[in-house]
């Protein structure tokens, strides 16, 4: 039944995302774009559909919580980040923060937990690896959120505390999440964060 739940999955994202870039290159990327708060929102699904450990159920909102209102006080205060604002593109807000960036932060958790736990490194240091997986993706992230105005820095670029910033958040997610040994789905949250790089990386290469 899990094999089969995360073959699943696995074939939702990666179709789903081909789906998107071939919209994006061949269509109208705008309208595209536009639908980024429903592919968070299947992504989201496909882990929860095929995700194996739910004693530690609570990390979900808890995870959601913390990487929302992090981004609430950094849209509001221009701390830790810098001072950027969120446009329309990613929906529904709150505190002038999109509600679904918290989900965002929970997906790219998970596929970096699982990756840096594939070192056999101690929690604290794998805590850290995950970090810096975030922060090396977000590195992809960042040119198409600006240019699709998913957000807008007053810099017109994300300034080196952003990536700080992901830095230590993100590890401080990663090593709760170690600390309470939260199982994941391994093939799933690989597959999510690939799919993720791919889509952000093919984006990259089109002209600007």
């Given at each position: 039944?899990?094999?089969?739940?995360?073959?699943?999955?696995?074939?939702?994202?990666?179709?789903?995302?081909?789906?998107?870039?071939?919209?994006?290159?061949?269509?109208?990327?705008?309208?595209?774009?536009?639908?980024?708060?429903?592919?968070?929102?299947?992504?989201?699904?496909?882990?929860?559909?095929?995700?194996?450990?739910?004693?530690?159920?609570?990390?979900?909102?808890?995870?959601?919580?913390?990487?929302?209102?992090?981004?609430?006080?950094g849209v509001n205060t221009g701390f830790p980040f810098g001072e950027y604002i969120y446009?329309?593109?990613?929906?529904?807000?709150?505190?002038?923060?999109?509600?679904?960036?918290?989900?965002?932060?929970?997906?790219?958790?998970?596929?970096?937990?699982?990756?840096?736990?594939?070192?056999?490194?101690?929690?604290?240091?794998?805590?850290?690896?995950?970090?810096?997986?975030?922060?090396?993706?977000?590195?992809f992230i960042e040119p198409i959120a600006i240019k699709y105005d998913f957000w807008e820095?007053?810099?017109?670029?994300?300034?080196?505390?952003?990536?700080?910033?992901?830095?230590?958040?993100?590890?401080?997610?990663?090593?709760?999440?170690?600390?309470?040994?939260?199982?994941?789905?391994?093939q799933v949250a690989i597959a999510v964060y690939a799919t993720q790089l791919v889509f952000?990386?093919?984006?990259?290469?089109?002209?600007?």
């Amino acid at each position: 039944m899990l094999k089969n739940k995360t073959n699943i999955a696995i074939a939702v994202l990666i179709i789903f995302h081909l789906v998107g870039i071939g919209g994006i290159v061949f269509g109208d990327a705008s309208s595209f774009l536009e639908l980024t708060p429903l592919n968070l929102l299947i992504t989201f699904g496909c882990i929860l559909f095929a995700h194996v450990d739910w004693r530690n159920w609570w990390l979900i909102p808890a995870t959601w919580a913390g990487g929302f209102f992090i981004e609430v006080v950094g849209v509001n205060t221009g701390f830790p980040f810098g001072e950027y604002i969120y446009e329309h593109v990613l929906g529904w807000q709150w505190l002038n923060t999109p509600l679904i960036i918290g989900i965002n932060w929970f997906i790219l958790l998970y596929g970096s937990v699982a990756i840096a736990r594939r070192f056999g490194l101690s929690d604290a240091t794998t805590a850290l690896v995950a970090g810096g997986l975030m922060v090396f993706l977000d590195y992809f992230i960042e040119p198409i959120a600006i240019k699709y105005d998913f957000w807008e820095w007053a810099l017109t670029h994300p300034p080196l505390e952003n990536y700080v910033a992901w830095f230590v958040v993100a590890s401080g997610l990663a090593f709760m999440w170690q600390r309470v040994r939260w199982q994941l789905n391994t093939q799933v949250a690989i597959a999510v964060y690939a799919t993720q790089l791919v889509f952000f990386g093919i984006l990259n290469l089109l002209p600007q």
